[in-house]
């Protein structure tokens, strides 16, 4: 099977710009959640899908957002970048979206804003 | 809020040899779940191993198992026969099953992290 599969794996953007990363969980996998991990904060938790729905949202602003589709496949979209936003963006998925439930990570898409 | 503790930044050890890595956390929850997670420099976060809170047994995955004291919120884990694929950052996280309103959460809360060096 698969596992979690992240794209693009390198981007560059520069200020002002937005970015949209795009996540596709292991088959048969429901909730995606989206993770920030820097240097300084290390991993911050940035929100959960479940079932096309936000479950849960970590403490960023409204310039992160995200969705998923139907298929489970989940989209980050970071609005008006800010030099702060470089980071690794790791998304997790699992099958039902319970803490009894392991969390399997993708490889991670690493932002650098410019 | 809960918050988790990772006192060692770095750490090293001699191949075949045991390390444990020390983690505590903060919470006034009864019912969670505690995970220890490994991220090699290839950045690929992998679960190492998993504690539900309300199991006093502490949990083993071969080579790796854990120290969980509830009473003493502490969550260490022991690498023995160290081998030089341990090399790594591990880090301990926390999750409560359900937010605030009752709603199931898949959230981690995660400690800074150790960077494990096995040495040949």
């Known amino acids: 099977k698969a596992g979690v599969t992240q794209t693009p794996r390198y981007l560059i953007k520069t200020r002002g710009q937005q970015v949209t990363l795009s996540c596709s969980p292991i088959?048969?996998?429901?909730?995606v959640s989206w993770y920030q991990q820097t240097p300084g904060q290390g991993l911050q938790f940035l929100f959960e899908?479940?079932?096309?729905?936000?479950?849960n949202k970590g403490n960023f602003p409204g310039r992160f957002s995200g969705r998923q589709f139907s298929n489970s496949r989940s989209e980050m979209n970071v609005s008006t970048l800010e030099l702060g936003d470089s980071a690794l963006y790791l998304c997790?998925?699992?099958?039902?979206?319970?803490?009894?439930?392991?969390?399997?990570f993708g490889p991670g898409t690493r932002l650098t804003v410019t | 809020a809960q918050t988790v503790t990772q006192s060692q930044p770095e750490m090293s050890v001699q191949e075949a040899e045991t390390v444990t890595l020390s983690c505590t956390y903060d919470?006034?929850?009864?019912?969670?779940?505690l995970f220890w997670y490994k991220q090699p420099p290839s950045r690929q976060m992998i679960l190492v191993i998993r504690?539900?809170?309300?199991?006093?047994q502490n949990a083993t995955e071969n080579r790796f198992s854990v120290n969980f004291q509830k009473a003493a919120k502490s969550f260490s884990l022991k690498i023995s026969d160290s081998q030089l694929g341990d090399t790594a950052m591990y880090f301990c996280?926390?999750?409560?099953?359900?937010?605030?309103?009752?709603?199931?959460?898949?959230?981690?809360?995660f400690g800074t992290g150790t960077l494990l060096a096995v040495q040949p």
């Open positions: 997790a998925s699992s099958l039902v979206g319970l803490a009894t439930y392991e969390q399997y």
């Open positions: 088959s048969g996998h429901r909730s």
């Open positions: 899908y479940f079932s096309e729905t936000q479950r």
């Open positions: 919470t006034s929850e009864s019912n969670y779940y």
């Open positions: 504690q539900e809170a309300y199991k006093q």
């Open positions: 996280a926390f999750m409560k099953p359900l937010d605030s309103y009752g709603g199931a959460t898949n959230k981690l809360i």
